[in-house]
């Protein structure tokens, strides 16, 4: 495993932040998600399916995010998941939250703002 | 490529997800997989090892199955349709039930028709009859506070409900506490001359407080005045909307304008609203106070008047019924030659409208819910057969995860949209078939300008087509829902369908037993009806030309003049080709109204009240008894020597007679007729059925009194010729000969019109019209019962044919005959058939004793009547049967055993 270097508890309080992150701009499927999460996080950051799809069907369920099966012609269909308005409303106080408690940590760690 | 499917579903396995939302979540995760696949491959890795790495990362060594049923375990029960979004609960889950069952019943186009005719007929026929029992009994006056208006009669030993004499309403209304105000009617006819046509007019008399007690305001100008309610008054009058609209075109300066009615001129004061239902006839209103006639101002007469009360608020029924009654005995006292032992009774206006017609309503009400019952065992069985078919579907539904209280919603989501679709074409058929029933039954009920469709009906309509809905679908649902999926998914399995068949089995028998009731009960409405056309009124009802008639103006003012335009008119008409005689008499028989006076025997003064007896009084011209081809049983009738100029005669009926002179000649004897005095005898007459063909015999003033016109004393002429009937004797067909009468009773003068011309064939068919109404009803669901039965049977054996195919061609194969093929089939229904006539033949018999009092001349358990219904059904139900099973002798033996 590659994701050593970052505490498994933090990866999960964030997780749902990267996720909605992530479908603000389109609707994208699981597989995308995971592939962009690794790409964007140079590697830092990994979800495997085990743990992407569960975490998927939560927010799905508390209506942040809506997935939907899209056929695309020669494939197999795919569900694609969209930010809900709902979604919209957490993802920005959530982004809120996490720049204060990121600020608060640098101010006591010294450690410089990203 | 490897089949991820597989692996992953194991790994979920545990979890017990609904079967839908497993294969949901395994299509996902296995497109991961093949993703992650296809790029490790890319990158070099081997088959094996690339596809390791991939369902490790799926599955993640049970991380996928714990992280899946915190997330999942919430929902796991419910049941997730595939591709549908699951939100929204219940109600959207009806949405998806309506659109499917939508889709379902239009994929089936003849069932659905068929099944929604049924229904239409039945909840068409319930809302038909619950329109007329929701504008007659159920629906309040169209007055303000209704409950409050009471209808008082004046009650006497004789009678419990007579008319009231106008010097005790005037002392009521004076003495009583209880009541805002009194208002008292009358009705009455007028002539109506000086605009064109004369037209004779059906009119009220009311007291100028009859319109303030009833709460009604005039649409146009006002109500009368004090001063035009009073003995000499200057004549007011107020017209109806119709009448205003229909002679007058809704002129609206029509206030001020004179009317002349009856030679005298009347000023129009005001308009009625358009909805006020009074009267059903009535054109206009003039003042009580106008009627200048000598009955009208003693106790001793009853003439008519009604008296309408509106309580004050708080004051029970209880309370003003018993302040009346002291204020009765009061006048009794004080009068005790008129109103000794005279009562008042009280009754709400509504119930006294309506009283008569409540049981027969109520019949019809009981008789339409057998109708219901029956359409909706026939749609019941209808879904039976199709739910057979469906197995299939709801074995894969059950399979995929639905649950079986999922499966029946769904159904009775079906059954419900059936019958609302009945109910649509239901409703139509209600519009139409009131209207209908209504025009063959004219008169036959009270308030029948208030029946209608309206929001109560329509919500009466939607409450029993929701109800039958789901009353007709539930033993299919539950036949369904409790489907094997195995079984039925087993092809060509020949369900076994045991409780199908006995449910079936059940719903032909009721169905069966339904039509029987209907069927007896209709037939002993028929019966009676019939029985009643034999009676023998007493006198020729055939040929027979009855019209009314308003003596010119100038004639009304002196009695030698009225008598001789009498004379004139009956020698005109006589002299119409075609009218073999002519005759006048104040009153008709069998036409609803009465004229009776006090009489007593000898010569003597008037014994005490309750000594004088009542008779049925006739004032007739010589040819009376010929033209209305009455019997002459001993003496003479009279002649036009029976003058003023002569003794005064009489002719009684010989149930007076007998009543009277019990085994004595009454030929020469003497008695005495209030007013007139005493008069002798000269000869008797058989007796009419003055009453009614069925009633007369029960009535309560049987004794017949004629008395000749051309006696009668100049001071009661004018009053005595007013409501002067003209009957005709005619050798052709009587309505023929309308427009010739009309001409020669028109006279020189011209303004001497005819009016309310009926022929006597008419008037006995009118006499019983609320019966034939109720006979017509019957039949009509008895028919549709007949019909819906037979279609039931039909079905339901065509389909056992259908079933027994194998076993009736293996049977052919071992020699059946076709005869014997065919008993084998009837059997079988007419086993079913004859269970259900059984039941309901015992319940004929116990549910008909409550139509007793509709009966005339048959008893409810009429051998005769049961005997035919049940021969009658019998043949239905064979002739039903007998088609399939003709069917079922052309099976081929080789090709019914080769279909498995």
């Known amino acids: 495993m590659e994701d050593h270097a970052i505490d498994r508890e933090w990866k999960k309080g964030s997780a749902e932040l990267l996720l909605l992150s992530l479908l603000e701009a389109l609707p994208r499927h699981g597989y995308e998600i995971s592939k962009l999460i690794e790409q964007r996080s140079q590697g830092a950051l990994r979800f495997h399916a085990a743990s992407l799809y569960p975490l998927l069907y939560r927010l799905e369920k508390r209506g942040w995010i809506q997935g939907r099966w899209v056929e695309k012609s020669g494939q197999r269909r795919r569900r694609y998941y969209r930010l809900t308005s709902q979604g919209r409303k957490i993802l920005a106080s959530q982004r809120q939250g996490w720049q204060t408690f990121v600020e608060a940590i640098s101010r006591i760690t010294g450690v410089e703002n990203a | ?900």
């Not at chain 2, 609904?18 to 497109?31: G, K, M, T, Y």
């Open chain 2, 1 to 900: 490529m490897p089949d991820w499917n597989e692996p992953i579903r194991k790994q979920l396995a545990n979890l017990k997800l609904a079967p839908a939302r497993e294969a949901e979540i395994v299509e996902e995760l296995a497109q991961h997989a093949e993703d992650r696949y296809r790029e490790l491959r890319n990158e070099g890795a081997t088959e094996a090892e690339a596809r390791r790495i991939a369902l490790e990362e799926v599955g993640g060594h049970e991380l996928l199955a714990r992280e899946l049923r915190a997330v999942e375990r919430t929902d796991a029960a419910e049941p997730v349709v595939l591709g549908a979004g699951n939100k929204g609960g219940v109600l959207a889950g009806l949405g998806q039930d309506l659109r499917y069952g939508f889709r379902t019943l239009r994929k089936a186009p003849g069932f659905t028709v068929i099944a929604m005719l049924a229904l239409a007929l039945g909840i068409g026929a319930n809302t038909a009859i619950f329109s007329v029992v929701n504008g007659v009994l159920l629906r309040p006056l169209a007055y303000p506070d209704p409950g409050r208006l009471l209808q008082i009669w004046e009650s006497t030993s004789e009678f419990r409900e007579a008319s009231v004499a106008y010097p005790n309403y005037l002392d009521w209304r004076r003495e009583s506490r209880s009541f805002t105000d009194m208002g008292a009617y009358r009705s009455d006819d007028f002539n109506f001359t000086g605009a064109g046509e004369p037209e004779h007019l059906s009119a009220k008399y009311v007291s100028g407080s009859l319109f303030p007690v009833l709460g009604v305001i005039p649409m146009l100008g006002r109500n009368f005045l004090p001063e035009e309610d009073r003995q000499g008054g200057a004549c007011a009058v107020m017209l109806s909307y119709g009448f205003w609209k229909g002679r007058f075109g809704g002129d609206p300066n029509i206030l001020g304008k004179a009317l002349t009615l009856n030679a005298v001129r009347c000023a129009v004061t005001g308009v009625l609203p358009d909805d006020f239902r009074f009267s059903e006839n009535a054109k206009v209103y003039v003042p009580i106070e106008q009627w200048n006639s000598v009955e009208f101002r003693t106790r001793e007469e009853h003439a008519g008047l009604g008296v309408l009360g509106r309580l004050k608020p708080g004051v029970t029924i209880e309370a003003a019924q018993a302040e009346m009654a002291s204020i009765c005995r009061a006048l009794g006292r004080q009068y005790p030659k008129t109103n000794a032992g005279h009562g008042a009774k009280l009754v709400r206006m509504k119930d006294d409208m309506v009283q008569n017609i409540r049981p027969t309503l109520l019949l019809l009400v009981g008789a339409v819910g057998f109708v219901l019952i029956i359409a909706c065992a026939n749609v019941a069985n209808l879904l039976l057969a199709r739910s057979t078919a469906r197995r299939r579907e709801f074995a894969i539904r059950t399979a995929l995860g639905a649950e079986r209280a999922r499966v029946v919603r769904q159904l009775l989501t079906e059954s419900v949209l059936l019958s609302l679709g009945g109910a649509t074409v239901g409703l139509l058929l209600a519009r139409w078939g009131t209207s209908l029933v209504l025009a063959a039954a004219p008169g036959s009920l009270p308030r029948s300008g208030e029946i209608g469709i309206d929001p109560y009906v329509m919500l009466f309509t939607l409450a029993i087509s929701i109800a039958t809905g789901v009353l007709f679908g539930l033993a299919p649902a539950f036949h369904s829902a409790n489907a094997n999926p195995q079984e039925s998914l087993k092809e060509g399995a020949r369900g076994a369908g045991g409780g199908r068949h006995r449910a079936e089995g059940v719903f032909v028998a009721v169905e069966m037993g339904l039509a029987v009731i209907l069927l007896a009960g209709a037939g002993l409405m028929m019966q009676s009806v019939w029985r009643l056309w034999q009676v023998d009124p007493g006198f020729n009802t055939r040929n027979i030309l009855t019209s009314e008639v308003a003596l010119s103006p100038q004639v009304m003012a002196s009695p030698p003049a009225i008598r001789l335009a009498y004379q004139q008119l009956l020698g005109r008409v006589a002299a119409v080709p075609g009218v073999h005689s002519a005759a006048i008499t104040s009153v008709l028989p069998l036409s609803e109204s009465d004229s009776e006076i006090s009489f007593w025997p000898g010569t003597g003064p008037q014994p005490p009240q309750d000594r004088t007896m009542l008779t049925m009084f006739y004032i007739v011209t010589p040819d009376y008894p010929g033209v209305m081809q009455i019997p002459l049983k001993r003496g003479r009738f009279f002649t036009d020597r029976d003058n003023l100029a002569s003794p005064p005669v009489a002719v009684i009926d010989e149930v007076l007679a007998r009543h009277i002179f019990p085994g004595q000649d009454p030929i020469g004897r003497q008695i005495s007729l209030i007013v007139l005095g005493p008069v002798q005898i000269v000869g008797v007459v058989g007796h009419v059925k003055h009453w009614g063909l069925d009633s007369d015999d029960t009535a309560k003033t049987r004794d017949q009194v004629y008395f000749p016109v051309w006696q009668v004393p100049d001071k009661f002429m004018s009053e005595a010729v007013a409501g002067l009937v003209l009957t005709l004797r005619t050798r052709l067909e009587p309505l023929s000969l309308v427009p010739a009468v009309r001409a020669q009773v028109a006279g020189p003068t011209r303004d001497q019109p005819i009016y309310a011309v009926r022929t006597m064939e008419q008037i006995i068919s009118s006499s019983l019209a609320e019966r034939r109404f109720t006979t017509l009803v019957l039949i009509i669901f008895a028919a549709a019962a007949l019909l819906l039965a037979a279609v039931g049977i039909y079905g339901v054996m065509s389909y056992a044919v259908t079933r027994r195919v194998h076993e009736l061609g293996i049977r052919a194969a071992l020699g059946a005959s076709r005869g014997e093929l065919v008993g084998l089939v009837l059997r079988q229904g007419m086993k079913l058939a004859a269970i259900g006539m059984a039941a309901g033949l015992a319940a004929a018999l116990a549910l008909t004793r409550f139509m007793a009092n509709l009966l005339y001349g048959v008893r409810p358990a009429d051998p005769l009547t049961l005997l035919a219904v049940t021969l009658l059904l019998g043949a239905i139900a064979l002739l039903a049967c007998y088609i399939p099973a003709r069917r079922a002798t052309v099976v081929d033996p080789v090709i019914a055993l080769r279909c498995e």
